[in-house]
């Protein structure tokens, strides 16, 4: 079967990101996973006014789609409940499928963030899901989608930030608030002492868990 993971933004490069991250999970799935980006969107997803631009966008991609499942990477969200509403397949949104994984690893999750509107986005998101309690700290590096996405350029600050949230705010576990940040994974995981989440590794971890197990009908 065939799982589309829809980068929503226009970056080559953020793709091109995404695609190296979940390599390892196309190496044990016997599914096709396919990346793909969103030639019309803006080149990052960073205020509220762009998640309400790519959100219908994300919708159409979906509708017209043959894919079997879909992940959405972008870790505001965009248009998944809506292609939840309007497609029987299953559609996992990364930033929820990395908020139910860091719920297994550990009491309390922190989250490195772009900036401040993405911490305000993050915040309502979190609420809606009931999982406020569990949040630890949400911190921003405060950069673009594609400095986040620089290794050389961003990981010093993101190292910095998550170590923050490790030793002082009570973070059993991190996530990666961006669809773009998966490569800093290694490292962090490495160096931080605690789990560190790619959050378009869970959610494609979880679009192949929803197809082996049949949980969803094609339609």
Request: glycine letters at 6%; proline letters at 5%; one cysteine or more.
């Amino acid at each position: 079967m065939k799982i589309l993971v829809l980068n929503p933004n226009s970056s080559a490069k953020v793709t091109e990101a995404i695609a190296a991250s979940i390599a390892p999970l196309q190496a044990v799935t016997k599914h096709t996973i396919v990346c793909d980006r969103l030639p019309d969107a803006p080149i990052g997803i960073e205020t509220d006014e762009d998640v309400a631009l790519v959100a219908p966008m994300v919708v159409d991609a979906i509708a017209s789609s043959d894919a079997d499942a879909f992940v959405v990477a972008c870790f505001s969200d965009p248009g998944v409940t809506a292609s939840r509403a309007a497609t029987s397949r299953p559609v996992v949104g990364i930033a929820e499928a990395a908020y139910y994984a860091a719920l297994q690893l550990a009491p309390r999750f922190g989250v490195v963030s772009l900036g401040a509107s993405s911490v305000a986005r993050h915040a309502a998101h979190i609420e809606r899901l009931g999982l406020t309690a569990r949040l630890a700290a949400d911190r921003a590096v405060n950069m673009s989608v594609a400095e986040a996405n620089d290794l050389n350029l961003a990981g010093t600050s993101v190292a910095r930030t998550a170590k923050v949230m490790a030793e002082t705010d009570g973070a059993g576990v991190v996530i990666l608030g961006c669809a773009g940040m998966g490569g800093h994974r290694p490292v962090l995981q490495q160096e931080l002492g605690v789990p560190v989440v790619d959050p378009v590794q869970a959610a494609v971890a979880a679009a192949i868990n929803a197809l082996d197990l049949q949980y969803f009908a094609k339609g």
